[in-house]
């Protein structure tokens, strides 16, 4: 089962420059959360944060009750060991064939035999995609199969956190899906607490219970799907519209000058490729594939909403209603 990870007034600065400040929110136990920002933003920074690789300079980090900005080492090698991680590139080693990186946190960090070893191994490579591949050094296959690769990694130790660092990044739209629907199933299957870094509009759209952005040093927003998804915010309907109308920029911080022109060719007919049609609003969200178990943290969220209607944007609260009304007839029709 997955653990809760609380964070509050998280700041992090490198020399003169601030990355993010006072960021706080809380990933819940057992469900799928994900966080958007432009480029640029401190995602990636913000997760390697999270396992301790690197170290904010104010706030706290709070994992199943131990503050990794103020814990010991040993404490700290300890809470790692709850983590399953896909970084960006896969991160694999190079001069190893992929069943050997694979196996690698388990040769790491348990004692078991060549033979469990091998079992688990198989099977993460089977659950990726990879099965056939293992003999393969990082270098001779693609970028996306690296990608797989750090998946399978990842789950070799049955992690009760799994951070994924654009786990869509080098594969094409039709393995994204696999990939979305596959993170899903993972939820369903450990009960992991999981948290995404995404670029990826329908991703982010359809995989996760929970939604955050990062914009300007700040985080945005953090909380339901739903919430994110009907927001009004000119930077969030801009980010998943795809738009370059908007405060972001090539450079995030879009001045007002640049603003105002970009606005009034806009209205003087300039067409910059933007799609007309606006993707907010809520879709459904994937299901775990059928013979799965139930997912767990699915029904944590949905008692978890129910108590935060109150403090919800009327859009938000609809949705949730919807969802909700929708689940009690599909319960009652089985």
Known sequence: ?????????????????????????????????????????????????????????????????????????????????????????????????????????????????????????????????????????????????????????????????????????????????????????????????VLIVTHNINMARTVPDNLGMLFRKHLVMFGPREVLLTSDEPVVGQFLNGRRLGPIGMSEEKDEATMAAEAAMAEAGHSDGSPDEDVRGVIPQIRPTPGMPVRQGELRRRERVRNLMDDLPEPARRAILDELREYEASQQAS
């Open 1 to 193: 089962m997955g653990v809760e990870v609380a964070v509050e007034g998280l700041t992090k600065t490198f020399g003169s420059q601030n990355i993010w400040s006072d960021v706080t929110f809380t990933l819940p136990v057992g469900e799928v959360s994900a966080l958007l920002g432009p480029s640029g933003t401190g995602k990636s920074v913000f997760l390697k944060s999270l396992i301790g690789l690197i170290r904010p300079e104010r706030g706290s980090i709070v994992i199943d009750g131990t503050d990794i900005l103020q814990c010991t080492q040993r404490e700290l090698y300890e809470v790692r060991k709850m983590f399953g991680v896909l970084f960006q590139d896969g991160a694999l080693f190079g001069s190893m064939d992929l069943y050997d990186n694979v196996a690698f946190p388990l040769r790491e960090h348990t004692k078991k035999s060549e033979s469990e070893v091998r079992q688990i191994v198989m099977e993460k490579m089977e659950l990726v995609g990879l099965l056939g591949a293992e003999n393969k050094l990082p270098g001779e296959i693609s970028g996306g199969m690296r990608k797989r690769a750090g998946l399978a990694r990842s789950l070799v130790l049955n992690p009760e956190i799994l951070l994924c660092d654009e786990p869509d990044s080098g594969l094409d739209p039709v393995r994204t899906a696999y990939l979305s629907q596959l993170i899903l199933d993972i939820n369903a299957q450990i009960d992991c607490t």
